[in-house]
């Protein structure tokens, strides 16, 4: 079936540790997203790509860093610097530059140990 | 700039009672879209509706519907005789006309559905 996987499910990070969250999509969409969820809060944007080797700083970059070698992955890091990083983290993509949806992963819970 | 309002936080109905979960926005374009996503327990977002702004007729899709209504900025969706498996986060989203990237999230309604 088409769509977005994420992996893993759960991720634990030490102080001072960078860890990669994954985000794979089948469905040959141009556009994906990172977006962060906060307990009673809404998505907020974090980083996007419309094409491969491109991406663009949405509205909370700091403390994190992508890729996108390859169309159908979009992998984010949470470095070190993002001080509070315990989150939900959604990965998305859409096709073309209009007004398509966007279709979601099933998510990533992110805690600090 | 844009804003998506969402003034409940939480509802909470007994099942088959009707429900209808509010979603006011700000926007000074004049070509914009409208979503609304559904967020199960499972953790993903899933899209249920997107309305351009240039039409305003209501959309029925079985028990859901939706009133979007431009004079007073909003994008009702009402859950006719709700059901235990419609419990999940709301949220109602804006986006620019054209090219735009950039989906601008409410904070959600919390639907619970009892028995």
């Known amino acids: 079936d088409g769509g977005i996987t994420q992996s893993p499910k759960y991720l634990f990070r030490k102080e001072g540790q960078n860890v990669t969250l994954s985000c794979e999509q089948n469905l040959n969409h141009d556009a994906m997203y990172w977006y962060r969820q906060d307990p009673g809060q809404g998505l907020r944007l974090i980083y996007y790509?419309?094409?491969?080797?491109?991406?663009q700083k949405g509205d909370i970059a700091e403390g994190y860093s992508v890729s996108r070698e390859k169309k159908e992955s979009f992998p984010l890091t949470v470095t070190s610097a993002q001080k509070n990083p315990t989150a939900f983290y959604l990965c998305?993509?859409?096709?073309?530059?209009?007004?398509?949806?966007?279709?979601f992963g099933d998510g990533t819970r992110l805690s600090i140990l | 700039a844009q804003k998506v309002t969402q003034a409940q936080t939480e509802i909470s109905v007994v099942e088959k009672e009707d429900v209808t979960l509010d979603c006011v926005y700000e926007t000074r374009d004049t070509t914009y879209y409208l979503f609304w996503y559904k967020q199960p327990p499972s953790g993903e977002l899933v899209f249920l509706i997107r309305?351009?702004?240039?039409?305003?007729q209501n959309e029925i899709s079985g028990r859901y519907s939706w009133n979007f209504q431009k004079s007073t900025s909003s994008f009702n969706f009402t859950i006719t005789a709700s059901q235990v498996v419609d419990s999940a986060v709301y949220f109602c989203?804006?986006?620019?006309?054209?090219?735009?990237?950039?989906?601008?999230f409410g904070s959600g309604t919390r639907l619970l559905v009892r028995p």
């Open positions: 998305a993509s859409k096709q073309g530059v209009g007004n398509q949806p966007q279709h």
């Open positions: 309305r351009n702004s240039f039409d305003e």
């Open positions: 989203a804006l986006t620019r006309g054209g090219s735009s990237y950039k989906l601008i």
């Open positions: 790509s419309q094409i491969v080797n491109d991406f």
